[in-house]
């Protein structure tokens, strides 16, 4: 495996115009120091970083995606849009837990415009911890066409989960400690379980379908389950006319 030092990581950075890409910028101007594996995309709040992005950025071979975003009571919107990213980066790393993918790959800090210092700190502690990971896909040991499937699944599914989130998910208060207790609560796994999980397999399902007619067995393999876990997300999609099973070839396909 590509690890200690012959791993460079590739880091993809979401940074809030108003804290953190200041914050990023002092560190760069006063010379603190931290490793080259930093992308930067500039937002003007964190808020504005959509799962979707974060996915997608895993997609296109980020082996990690950090946000930066200003301290809670200090975003500059009125809509407090570090609280959606706050929730958005924990409903992520329940996306990425579900598909395999170590959670640790992704961050949330919150930086002020002063804090170089604390910039430079993050990154080099980030740095280490996705470095120590290793490459997305080799460091959980998936196959390039499984780590694909899955990715593909999870993308798929984040307008759903939007909508899953503004009707179930809602912390009562607006406080960092409120919504960390929510989102790491057993309600909002409960939810999140029954609600996305289900769909999120069947969607890997079938695009691995739409790759050939598969096995059981096939299924089992690229997706990780028992051969009763697989029939029992398989036959929903049989009895509901959207997969076929060729009885001759011992197979299921698409219909
Ligand atoms: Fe920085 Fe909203 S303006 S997080």
Redesign the pocket.
């Known amino acids: 495996m590509e690890r200690g030092s012959q791993f460079r990581p590739k880091i993809l950075g979401f940074l ?1 115009n ?2 953190a890409y200041g914050g990023a910028d002092l560190c760069g101007v006063s010379r603190y120091q931290y490793p080259p594996y930093l992308r930067v995309v500039r937002v ?4 504005r970083v959509d799962m979707g992005f974060v996915l997608r950025a895993f997609q296109n071979g980020m082996d990690g995606v950090f946000v930066g ?2 301290w809670p009571g200090e ?3 009125i809509t407090e ?2 609280y959606d ?1 706050l929730a958005m980066m924990h409903l992520t790393k329940k996306l990425l837990r579900e598909i395999g993918i170590n959670p640790e790959r992704m961050r949330l800090a919150w930086v002020s415009a002063s804090e170089g210092v604390r910039f430079a700190e993050i990154m080099n502690e980030f740095s280490a911890k996705v470095r120590e990971l290793g490459p997305l896909g080799k460091g959980e040991g998936l196959d390039p066409q499984t780590l694909a499937v899955r990715l593909e699944a999870a993308a798929k599914l984040v307008p759903y989960i939007r909508l899953v989130e503004r009707e179930r998910l809602r912390p009562p208060v607006r406080t960092e400690e409120a919504y960390n207790e929510f989102f790491t609560g057993e309600e909002a796994d409960r939810i999140f379980k029954e609600l996305v999980v289900s769909r999120l397999v069947e969607n890997e399902v079938m695009l691995l379908l739409r790759k050939g007619p598969r096995s059981a067995g096939d299924i089992c393999g690229a997706l990780g389950l028992t051969i009763s876990e697989a029939l029992g997300y398989v036959n929903p999609l049989v009895r509901d006319g959207l997969v076929r099973y060729d009885v001759e070839h011992n197979r299921f396909a698409l219909a």
């Open positions: 809030c108003w804290c003007m709040c964190s808020g975003g200003c975003c500059h919107y849009g570090n990213a």
